[in-house]
């Protein structure tokens, strides 16, 4: 049985770096460029892009120059979050329109049936010592609650985006700068029937997870790689500094009646040409 179905792209942990400066060797922009390519030719029908924050390595203005033309020639709309390796000023003025009237980078936006909430979690301001946890402040926590009303109001199921995860995965040293104040979102999602996922990045790695109810059930979570360098597949590890070159990935998000569907695609494996055996 075929059924039709909307589609949006996501990427996340592109972590581009200034002219001329690698990570592990890699040019994070040449590699979100591959991606994006291979997204945009075997996805022409998406009808939203949307980068899942660490849009750069360290917030440096020349990053977010350098990825800024890349995204106005993409064909289809792109929305941009923030993420623990970013800096709001920077992004703000790299990327017109991204912030919000309260200065954060919360959009909503419709997918077929679906209501897409992304949030930010970026928890520093561009004057302290970078942190890489994650933080909700009460500002966010009531956008989320309007919009979260809102979609009730409209009839429409959510998934929710958000760049650090509120759930552990195993990688101490990531579990550690997670989603400091996850208690706040999660009992938010978990009270409202409608939100059916929830989709995030910031481990550099493709996983799935239920973030718990107590109260019965579980939300489930997609977690995403970079297109760039990922973690290590070692479990427990107490670093989140040690990298490996691994293919690059993003996510693809379907909307169909009733369901939610999260697909991961690798790229770089091969030419991608399909061939019958």
């Known amino acids: 049985m075929e059924e039709n179905f909307d589609k949006a792209l996501i990427f996340t942990d592109l972590h581009i770096m200034p002219e001329g400066e690698t990570i592990i060797g890699l040019d994070p922009l040449a590699r979100f460029q591959e991606g994006l390519a291979h997204a945009l030719l075997r996805h022409p029908d998406a009808q939203h892009v949307i980068l899942l924050g660490d849009l750069t390595h360290s917030g440096a203005p020349e990053a977010y120059a350098r990825l800024a033309p890349v995204l106005v020639d993409c064909p289809i709309p792109v929305t941009v979050t923030m993420g623990n390796h970013d800096l709001r000023a920077p992004l703000g003025a790299a990327f017109p329109g991204a912030l919000n009237a309260d200065g954060f980078a919360q959009t909503a936006l419709d997918l077929g049936p679906l ?7 970026h928890d520093y301001d561009d004057q302290a010592p970078l942190a890489h946890d994650g933080w909700l402040c009460d500002t966010r926590l009531a956008w989320l609650d309007t919009e979260l009303a809102r979609a009730a109001g409209d009839g429409r199921d959510v998934v929710v985006f958000a760049h650090h995860p509120p759930c552990p995965v195993g990688f101490w040293a990531m579990d550690a700068i997670g989603l400091a104040n ?21 481990i550099h790695r493709t996983i799935h997870a239920s973030a ?6 579980a939300l489930p979570v997609s977690i995403l ?24 990935a993003y996510g693809i ?4 009646k009733d369901t939610v569907v999260v697909h991961t695609e690798d790229f770089a494996l091969s030419d991608g040409a399909v061939q019958t055996y």
Not at 182 to 202: E, K, N
Not at 212 to 217: I, L, M, R, S, V
Not at 233 to 242: N, R, S
């Open 182 to 202: 996850s208690g706040a979102l999660l009992t938010r999602l978990h009270g409202a029937p409608h939100v059916r996922h929830l989709i995030c990045g910031h």
């Open 115 to 121: 209501r897409l909430l992304i949030l930010d979690t």
């Open 212 to 217: 718990a109810n107590p109260k019965g059930g």
């Open 225 to 248: 790689k970079s297109p760039c360098h990922q973690i290590p597949m070692i479990l427990g590890q107490g670093t989140f500094a040690d990298s490996v070159d691994e293919p690059g």
């Open 253 to 256: 998000l379907l909307a169909m």
